[in-house]
C-alpha cells in the first residue's frame, strides 16, 4: 500500500500550488483519499477530501475557498489545487486513504510521506 504526495516547495504570498497524490492500486480498494496538513508546533488538521466514486469533495474550513480537490482515476491521482496562499497555509502536507467519508484522522488507514509547502515572500 503506497501513497506518494509530491508538488510541495516555495511560493509567494498569494501564489498557487497543486499537490499531487499517487495511489497504488490496491489503495484504489479505498473510497476515499483526504488530504490534511500539519503546521510547525501545531497539530494535524483535516483539509479536504473526496469520493473515488463520483468525485463527491468535502472541504474543512481551514482552506475552503481557497482549495479545489479533485481525481483523475486513470492515473490514480488525487489533486489538491491551492490559491491565494498565505504564510498561515506554511505546512507538511499529507494524504491518506480511507473507506468511508471522515474528516477524522484517525479513521484513515494508509498515509503518504508528506510534503513540504512553504508560503513565504
Known amino acids: 500500500v503506497q501513497l506518494q504526495a509530491s508538488g510541495g516547495g516555495l511560493v509567494q504570498p498569494g501564489g498557487s500550488l497543486r499537490l499531487s497524490c499517487a495511489a497504488s492500486?490496491?489503495?484504489?480498494?479505498?473510497?476515499?483519499i483526504g488530504w490534511f496538513r500539519q503546521a510547525p508546533g501545531k497539530e494535524r488538521e483535516f483539509v479536504s477530501y473526496?469520493?473515488?466514486?463520483?468525485?463527491?469533495?468535502f472541504y474543512g474550513d481551514s482552506m475552503k475557498g481557497r482549495v479545489t480537490i479533485s481525481r483523475d482515476t486513470a492515473k490514480r491521482t488525487v489533486y489538491l489545487q491551492m490559491d491565494s496562499l498565505k504564510s498561515e497555509d506554511t505546512a507538511v502536507y499529507y494524504c491518506?486513504?480511507?473507506?468511508?467519508?471522515?474528516?477524522?484522522?484517525?479513521?484513515?488507514?494508509?498515509w503518504g510521506q508528506g510534503t513540504l509547502v512553504t508560503v513565504s515572500s
Open positions: 492500486s490496491f489503495t484504489l480498494d479505498y473510497a476515499v
Open positions: 473526496i469520493r473515488r466514486s463520483d468525485g463527491s469533495a
Open positions: 491518506a486513504a480511507t473507506n468511508m467519508p471522515t474528516i477524522l484522522e484517525d479513521d484513515y488507514h494508509y
